[in-house]
């Protein structure tokens, strides 16, 4: 049954009403909330569950079952934490927000960049609390960030409003956005791009990622090639009992600066593989990261059986 337009205004103040209500929590009575919620989400979202698991396997063989599963269990945990933080990034009194980042390391990356006339582009996986990021990131840079609108459109203002409120500029995910990012690079600022979510079939090569080809943007060398800009990765970090964040900003592998698409985006993925060993319990192994397989672009008719997804 499809939904009417009085369900979807319902769901969408819905919604809006419980942002609001979470966004006076602190981060630790958050997490408290998502300790509790997040053994429910691996037991019954059964999607979620076995992506994670499937992925799991991939990146990590060496580890026996019992071990992927506590991992399993602990990254749905923090999955389900960024999603009841969303209210407290978005709309969250600024100064508790900022008071909830408890330190920043490598910052110097960015000053030292822009201080040598260089735009800095932020690879921003999904670890940690990637709204936080934006939040300091957009507090203390001039920042531009591509932005695709929610499947629910009447959310977009919120969802916008929260992004934007500390001056981040936000760019549609079109030629139009990418000339922004160029633009905003060459007036040594800030972008912020996705690095490990997967491209439309003409907007990427496949490359290693934890031993196995994922389909992989390349929309970071040719911003590089064309504005010389300095890479680094960048995360908020959730820390011990969810007692806020800290900002992490790690130089990017050296490969994100060949000319070659391929080894560029096999040094996005290993930047991305660098984050994550910060604590891999907090990257979201939920998202079918490898849905795309070199067999299906090739045009192998039995593609299928190479899928690692159900």
Known sequence: MSETPLSRRFQTRAIQALWRLLSRWSPAA????????????????????????????????????????????????????????????????????????????????????RAAGRGVIVLAPHFGNWEVLNFWLSSHFPFTAMYEPPKIGALDPVIRAGRERMGASLVPTNPRGVAALLKALKRCEAVGILP??????????????????????????????????????GVARRRTAGEGFEIHFLAADARVYDADETIAARGVNASVEAVIALDPAQYQWEYKRYRKTLQEQQGDPDHRRHRLYR
Do not use: C
Not at 46 to 58: I, W
Not at 98 to 105: G, L, M, Q, T
Not at 198 to 214: I, M
């Open 196 to 233: 490990d979510q997967e491209p439309d079939w003409r907007g990427g090569v496949f490359a290693d990622f934890y031993g196995r080809p994922a389909y992989t943007a390349t929309l970071l060398p040719k911003l590089v090639a064309r504005t010389q800009a300095r890479v680094v990765t």
């Open 30 to 113: 958050l997490w408290r909330l998502a300790r509790r919620l997040g053994p429910l989400v691996h037991r019954f979202s059964a999607r979620e569950r076995q992506v994670t698991d499937a992925n799991l396997q991939v990146v990590f063989p060496e580890q026996n079952a019992s071990t992927r599963h506590r991992l399993a269990r602990e990254s749905l945990r923090h999955s389900t934490a960024t999603m009841l933080e969303l209210g407290f990034a978005w709309m969250g009194a600024p100064q508790r927000v900022e008071s909830s980042i408890h330190a920043v390391h490598g910052r110097e990356l960015l000053d030292d960049a």
